[in-house]
């Protein structure tokens, strides 16, 4: 639907840092090449001048003061409105959404959104003892940065030591294989195909972090490079966040874009966007395995972009942990067998994943994509939490075909909060059935402990310690222990809640 205030992506940049460059460059500068590269590549000066809108991703690898005014500074540009958003996985596609809704109501003229990180940098240094020439963060941006931490954990999760993503999503991905009706072997089989296909993905783009192309066994098999994490992640199964990479796209309407006398070829529309959240909390969703906010997210952006799914072409899941991209696959409808891909990158564990930014690269891909075959339709799913805020962006060479100036959820999200459960109980005592759980390894391969998430007879839901030696543990691990029936316990002394293995 042609509209004066159409919004449409008119530019887009990524940049990788090599690995062992000497002098590299701090989180907000290499953001700011990323800016200029994106800028250089739609229409150089002229479009500079008129950016008036800066959105960023808030970087997590180094702090900075006021990080949309020090970037404004670097790129020369004086916006009137800047915004940083807080540190979550679906914020570059719910700046996209959010930024087609003020183009599209007049808000804003030209709109740049940016984001990056320097972890891997930051990280050689601490290990080798190198001096960076960063510029050293004030007290007060300090205290302001923690603002931008979202606790996506419940206080008794927390207790749980479940602050760690890995063993989240690792409680999911039991759940999840529990359903699928799969043996343990079978399940990590399925994983490292998939993972493989996203590794071969990975090594051929040239902005990718791990260029090596690792097979499925080389994924799913412990070593003493592939160190397992917890039951069932080895260490390339996980996001790798120690990378450094930026990205930037620069937004505004069809009319600017025509008055700028920017090629028509360059224009990569928002065609279909949602943000949507599941309950915020693990232990007090129904199912832990599932994702109503992708569910309706996904059908909401096709039917805005007036499209079914089988016209997508390409798609690019969030792929932080394999559950991820498995639940992603199943709420959106996209077949087990489908043929398409479900990555452009080659995903978070192979391609790289930069904090709040990794889905902004997935963004200028498929910018590029559309730039090169005009028509290609991509759908993106950005993730952050705990499968929890959910957004999904739909690119192509059309308009949407229902403007974005008239979307509203308050009604599909209450839907989805109105389904959570009671909170947890603390202290329990009776029969546990088991929903999720994980065991924990420490550094030299060998399991420490565990925790289950599960419910009473009762149908209330309570998290537990797997406490045991390294001998039961391996024993433990070789069993699916979803479904099964332990008998739990509270425990004065740990204040926590465990599993009683022997009776």
């Given at each position: 639907?042609?509209?004066?205030?159409?919004?449409?992506?008119?530019?887009?940049?990524?940049?990788?840092?090599?690995?062992?460059?000497?002098?590299?460059?701090?989180?907000?500068?290499?953001?700011?090449?990323?800016?200029?590269?994106?800028?250089?590549?739609?229409?150089?000066?002229k479009?500079?001048?008129?950016?008036d809108?800066?959105?960023?991703?808030?970087?997590?690898?180094?702090?900075?003061?006021?990080?949309?005014?020090?970037?404004?500074?670097?790129?020369?540009?004086?916006?009137?409105?800047?915004?940083?958003?807080?540190?979550?996985?679906?914020?570059?596609?719910?700046?996209?959404?959010?930024?087609?809704?003020?183009?599209?109501?007049?808000?804003?003229?030209?709109?740049?959104?940016?984001?990056?990180?320097?972890?891997?940098?930051?990280?050689?240094?601490?290990?080798?003892?190198?001096?960076?020439?960063?510029?050293?963060?004030?007290?007060?941006?300090?205290?302001?940065?923690?603002?931008?931490?979202?606790?996506y954990?419940?206080?008794?999760?927390?207790?749980?030591?479940?602050?760690?993503?890995?063993?989240?999503?690792?409680?999911?991905?039991?759940?999840?294989?529990?359903?699928?009706?799969?043996?343990?072997k079978?399940?990590?089989?399925?994983?490292?195909?998939?993972?493989?296909?996203?590794?071969?993905?990975?090594?051929?783009?040239?902005?990718?972090?791990?260029?090596?192309?690792?097979?499925?066994?080389?994924?799913?098999?412990?070593?003493?490079?592939?160190r397992?994490?917890?039951?069932?992640?080895?260490?390339?199964?996980?996001?790798?966040?120690?990378?450094?990479?930026?990205?930037?796209?620069?937004?505004?309407?069809?009319?600017?874009?025509?008055?700028?006398?920017?090629?028509?070829?360059?224009?990569?529309?928002?065609?279909?966007?949602a943000?949507?959240?599941?309950?915020?909390?693990?232990?007090?969703?129904?199912?832990?395995?599932?994702?109503?906010?992708?569910?309706?997210?996904?059908?909401?952006?096709?039917?805005?972009?007036?499209l079914?799914?089988?016209?997508?072409?390409?798609?690019d899941?969030?792929?932080?942990?394999?559950?991820?991209?498995?639940?992603?696959?199943?709420?959106?409808?996209?077949?087990?067998d489908?043929?398409?891909?479900?990555?452009?990158?080659?995903?978070?564990?192979?391609?790289?994943?930069?904090?709040?930014?990794?889905?902004?690269?997935?963004?200028?891909?498929?910018?590029?994509?559309?730039?090169?075959?005009?028509?290609?339709?991509?759908?993106?799913?950005?993730?952050?939490?705990?499968?929890?805020?959910?957004?999904?962006?739909?690119?192509?060479?059309?308009?949407?075909?229902?403007p974005?100036?008239?979307?509203?959820?308050?009604?599909?999200?209450?839907?989805?909060?109105?389904?959570?459960?009671?909170?947890p109980?603390?202290?329990?005592?009776?029969?546990?059935?088991?929903?999720?759980y994980?065991?924990?390894?420490?550094?030299?391969?060998?399991?420490?402990?565990?925790?289950?998430?599960?419910?009473?007879?009762?149908?209330?839901?309570?998290?537990?310690?797997?406490?045991?030696?390294?001998?039961?543990?391996?024993?433990?691990?070789?069993?699916?222990?979803?479904?099964?029936?332990?008998?739990?316990?509270?425990?004065?002394?740990?204040?926590?809640?465990?599993?009683?293995?022997?009776?």
């Amino acid at each position: 639907m042609h509209q004066k205030n159409t919004p449409v992506i008119i530019g887009a940049a990524q940049v990788t840092q090599k690995k062992n460059i000497k002098l590299p460059l701090d989180p907000i500068n290499l953001v700011a090449k990323a800016c200029n590269k994106a800028i250089a590549n739609t229409f150089g000066e002229k479009l500079r001048n008129g950016i008036d809108t800066i959105y960023m991703s808030t970087i997590s690898s180094w702090i900075y003061e006021d990080p949309p005014s020090k970037l404004s500074d670097l790129l020369g540009i004086k916006p009137h409105h800047k915004y940083i958003a807080p540190i979550s996985g679906n914020i570059p596609q719910l700046l996209v959404n959010k930024a087609a809704k003020a183009i599209s109501l007049g808000e804003t003229k030209i709109i740049l959104i940016a984001g990056g990180e320097a972890s891997y940098s930051k990280y050689r240094a601490k290990k080798k003892g190198i001096s960076l020439n960063w510029p050293k963060p004030p007290p007060k941006a300090i205290n302001e940065a923690r603002k931008a931490i979202i606790f996506y954990l419940s206080q008794l999760e927390n207790q749980y030591k479940l602050t760690n993503p890995t063993f989240i999503y690792a409680l999911i991905e039991t759940a999840l294989r529990a359903t699928s009706k799969k043996s343990l072997k079978e399940h990590m089989k399925f994983i490292g195909k998939r993972y493989e296909r996203f590794s071969e993905i990975a090594s051929k783009n040239p902005y990718s972090w791990e260029q090596n192309q690792f097979n499925s066994e080389e994924i799913i098999t412990p070593s003493s490079i592939n160190r397992i994490i917890c039951h069932p992640y080895p260490k390339r199964m996980v996001a790798n966040l120690y990378v450094d990479q930026s990205a930037a796209l620069v937004m505004t309407s069809e009319d600017i874009a025509d008055k700028l006398g920017i090629d028509r070829k360059l224009w990569v529309y928002p065609m279909g966007g949602a943000d949507l959240k599941n309950i915020f909390y693990l232990a007090q969703r129904p199912q832990l395995y599932d994702s109503p906010a992708i569910r309706e997210a996904s059908r909401l952006a096709l039917k805005q972009a007036g499209l079914k799914l089988n016209e997508i072409d390409v798609f690019d899941l969030y792929s932080c942990f394999p559950c991820m991209v498995e639940i992603a696959r199943r709420e959106i409808g996209i077949p087990d067998d489908d043929p398409r891909d479900l990555t452009i990158t080659g995903g978070l564990s192979f391609f790289g994943g930069p904090f709040s930014s990794y889905s902004m690269h997935s963004i200028v891909s498929a910018v590029d994509l559309i730039q090169s075959n005009p028509s290609i339709k991509v759908m993106i799913l950005a993730n952050g939490g705990y499968n929890t805020s959910e957004s999904i962006g739909i690119y192509g060479n059309i308009p949407p075909y229902k403007p974005w100036n008239n979307i509203d959820y308050i009604k599909i999200q209450e839907k989805i909060n109105a389904q959570a459960l009671p909170e947890p109980i603390e202290q329990a005592n009776g029969k546990f059935i088991i929903d999720a759980y994980t065991i924990i390894y420490n550094r030299t391969n060998l399991p420490e402990w565990g925790v289950a998430m599960g419910h009473l007879e009762s149908g209330e839901r309570t998290l537990a310690f797997i406490i045991a030696d390294s001998e039961t543990l391996l024993k433990l691990e070789q069993q699916e222990l979803v479904g099964r029936i332990f008998r739990v316990t509270y425990d004065p002394e740990l204040k926590s809640n465990k599993l009683v293995l022997y009776s």
